[in-house]
């Protein structure tokens, strides 16, 4: 009876979500408080429910409870209990559930954290949110139950979760990701409920600013941790492969971007309300679509879940409905919200409408590579493909664009800056950047790359012009620290999240440029070189895990004479699944370079085909991203979010404005 008392809980948690769509829009309605504060309880049982489903769940597939269809598909007896755990989630059916369990923690969040905003407000984004949920809960109960029984014919072993999943990234990843997506649920609840109620203002912004910054850092989070599981797992030394599951997560962080800088102008201005609003329609839609796209059935991915293409109609019939129903009252309510404020064209306000305009037209660019193969089959008008050449092409000359706009935005003023004072105070940090741009890639001592040097040019004038507007602000300061105090949290994000960028392009561009790599034959006792690393092979050992077996080669790098590491990587097959093998490649990683070293197919009794890779900077990529995702969260610490509630008494806040 145990599966069933999950599902039953599902059923409860719909029943809960309906009431908490309709009964605050009621309240709402007929300006009865009552109704209006029911949002709060039900957002409450409705996440009380789904984390029992939850919890019953993982309890089934940490007991071999073989009868449930997920588990007998999706674990084994001999498999880790910390793999049975993440195997919860490491399927379609699961993974929906821990969708709609976080998306019923945002939800409770909101009603938590949301004391102070106005009752009619609250209750309008916890309905719109609860619609989100009945679309959710419907989709799991009616196409993907995640209770459906083996009966009567129950097996005894179960097939065991796929081994590209047994991996302490893919325990992380996929909820970091989720929470993510989900997380735009909340700015498209809250642009929602400002466009019906007519209260598309600055307070609105302030509102929705933190919920979008913490959700855009968890996207963050995990596009980063999915990159660094595809280079250290799937053997290939690869860490972003334009893959079209990778875009689909890719293509909401990018609008995503846009939509938090959109927010601190709407905020800070009362400018560009209609477009921010239309920028939290389309980041959820854009989460929505790559639902779609990983459920359906219409991408082959190592990262797809599904191949159900009742389960696509249904995604895509509820993405028809959410984009549509939104995009009309868009229509109807955003004429009546026009801006007011002026600016000229050297304002801060125009650097962060052109950095909107490039962020789209990336985004634009990803959807297009992704959806043109898929819609050129659909039609039957051929196979087509389309590959890392056609977005670096396009995509990498935006981001180049856009560099330079940021190194411009934090010295403007709002409204209006003297052209010739921006020239002035940027003149010495462009002509930094330049010189070390040239300079760098002779000091590295690597064969000089003219892309590389490009590359370390735009990141130093990054770096450069956020040093140059924090020496700015501390100009007049008593003292460093009396003016470091001064600046608000929210600069801080936006220095940090805006290193982590630059950080970024240096690993991506530097790793691309400098990396060698090489494939060989390997014999006991035989020596290569690489990079200026010494390789040698000391023959394979049998090991044995779990629920694997396989072989370990043991590899000595030298580094001018000196040994700095042994390098075990495993050939494993695993007994489920067929006996499918995997490669486990080692790594010694460093802040400069990683070396990294997996193994091939056996060539004779002893002989290897090992790759080699040397690849400077790689780890500077994801040192990006975790700073891009911690500049995001500390923007949304701010303690003035925690004081936009108080602007209806006339409460000033005088903390220093910063986007």
């Known amino acids: 009876m145990i599966p069933e008392y999950g599902h039953f809980a599902l059923i409860l948690a719909l029943c809960l979500a309906i009431l908490q769509s309709v009964v605050p829009v009621w309240g709402v309605y007929k300006n009865d408080r009552y109704f209006m504060s029911l949002s709060r309880s039900l957002a409450l049982g409705q996440f009380v429910f789904v984390a029992i489903a939850f919890a019953v769940l993982t309890y089934l597939f940490l007991q071999d409870d073989f009868s449930v269809k997920v588990v007998a598909s999706h674990s084994n007896t001999l498999l880790p209990n910390i793999y049975k755990f993440s195997a919860v989630w490491g399927n379609h059916e699961g993974s929906l559930v821990l969708w709609i369990l976080i998306l019923a923690a945002w939800s409770l969040a909101v009603a938590i954290y949301s004391r102070e905003l106005p009752l009619d407000m609250v209750a309008r984004v916890l309905s719109v949110m609860g619609m989100i949920s009945i679309g959710f809960l419907l989709f799991s109960l009616l196409t993907s139950n995640p209770f459906e029984r083996h009966l009567p014919n129950t097996p005894l072993e179960g097939s065991d979760l796929n081994p590209l999943l047994q991996d302490p990234g893919l325990i992380v990843h ?24 007519g209260r598309l203002d600055a307070a609105w912004a302030r509102w929705s600013r933190p ?37 689909a997560s890719f293509m909401p962080w990018l609008m995503g971007a846009g939509l938090v800088h959109s927010l601190a102008v709407t905020e800070k201005r009362g400018v560009f309300k209609s477009w921010t609003v239309l920028l939290a329609i389309f980041s959820f839609s854009l989460s929505l679509l790559g639902t779609f796209m990983v459920r359906s059935g219409v991408l082959t991915s190592v990262h797809s879940f599904a191949a159900d293409p009742e389960r696509g109609v249904f995604i895509l019939a509820f993405l028809a409905l959410v984009i549509g129903s939104s995009l009309t009252l868009y229509a109807f309510r955003a004429p009546t919200v026009a801006s007011r404020s002026h600016y000229s064209l050297w304002s801060r306000e125009m650097l962060l409408l052109i950095n909107n305009i490039v962020f789209l037209a990336a985004t634009l660019t990803v959807l297009f590579g992704t959806l043109f193969p898929l819609i050129m089959d659909a039609l039957n008008l051929g196979k087509y493909s389309v590959g890392p050449p056609y977005f670096n092409a396009v995509f990498v000359p935006l981001m180049a664009i856009m560099t330079v ?117 390997m014999e006991p006792g035989d020596k290569v070189e690489l990079a200026g690393y010494s390789f040698q092979f000391d023959g394979s050992r049998a090991i044995q895990g779990p629920n694997y077996s396989g072989q370990e080669g043991v590899i000595q790098v030298h580094q001018a004479g ?98």
């Open 174 to 197: 996929p909820p970091m990701l989720y929470i993510g997506y989900v997380g735009f649920s909340v700015a498209f609840a809250f642009a929602v409920a400002a466009l019906s109620s």
């Open 211 to 247: 919920w979008t910054n913490v959700a855009w850092g968890f996207l963050t989070l995990g596009i980063a941790l999915g990159s660094w599981w595809a280079y250290y797992e799937l053997g290939w030394g690869g860490w972003w492969f334009w893959d079209p599951v990778e875009n």
């Open 405 to 521: 706009f940021m190194g411009f935005a934090p010295s403007a003023n709002w409204k209006k800056t003297r052209a010739d004072k921006l020239k002035m105070q940027l003149a010495v940090a462009a002509g930094a950047s330049v010189l070390v741009g040239l300079t760098l890639p002779f000091f590295y001592g690597a064969e000089y790359n003219i892309w590389a040097a490009l590359a370390v040019c735009f990141a130093s004038w990054l770096i450069m012009t956020l040093f140059l507007d924090m020496r700015n602000k501390l100009r007049n300061a008593q003292s460093i620290s009396a003016g470091l105090s001064r600046l608000s949290r929210s600069y801080y994000g936006m220095v940090i999240a805006h290193l982590g960028f630059a950080f970024t392009i240096i690993g991506v561009c530097l790793v691309s440029q400098y990396s060698v790599e090489r494939d060989l034959r």
């Open 562 to 659: 000196e040994l700095i590491a042994v390098l075990y990587p495993q050939k494993r097959r695993y007994h489920a699944q067929q006996g499918q093998v995997m490669t486990e490649a080692a790594i010694d990683n460093g802040l400069m370079r990683d070396v990294y070293v997996a193994m091939g197919e056996p060539l004779g009794e002893e002989a290897w085909a090992i790759r080699l890779h040397y690849k400077p900077f790689v780890r500077w990529m994801w040192l990006g991203g975790l700073l891009i995702a911690f500049g995001s969260f500390l923007a949304a610490a701010d303690k003035r979010y925690r004081l936009a509630a108080k602007e209806k008494a006339g409460v000033k806040d005088t903390v220093a404005e910063a986007v």
